[in-house]
């Protein structure tokens, strides 16, 4: 069985390596961190992702805008893209996950459990 490649974007690098690290642990995801908004566009065409988990706030630039971009081009715009979000908590959802403009989103803090359960629902086992 090949393992699904991950994608994870945030702009706080303890929050990439733990979530990283975490996924890995589970022998099912190869993971790749990026902390900068301006750079995943490079970094999913060369890493070709399975699924990308994007932080929607970042300091140099907006999760929508990031995900726009790999919308406009054909060889990265099928690939799933999760956002996550301190924006709104899990208390205010009643479950850790809704939609964001059609896209799925994970509220932070972060659950492993939660983010597998996200995974596997998008893109399968």
């Known amino acids: 069985m090949s393992k699904k490649r991950i994608l994870i974007v945030d702009d706080e690098a303890s929050i990439t390596r733990l979530l990283r690290l975490n996924l890995e642990q589970t022998g099912r995801y190869e993971v790749r961190e990026e902390n900068l908004g301006a750079k995943v566009h490079d970094a999913a065409a060369e890493f070709r992702p399975d699924l990308i988990l994007l932080d929607v706030m970042m300091p140099d630039m907006d999760g929508g805008d990031v995900a726009a971009s ?25 479950a850790p996950d809704g939609k964001i403009g059609g896209r799925t989103y994970i509220a932070k803090p972060l659950n492993v459990q939660g983010v597998i359960s996200v ?3 998008t893109i399968g086992k």
């Open 70 to 94: 790999l919308k406009e081009d054909p060889a990265l715009r099928k690939i799933p893209v999760v956002f996550l979000t301190a924006a709104v908590k899990k208390e205010e959802l009643g």
């Open 119 to 121: 995974i596997e629902r």
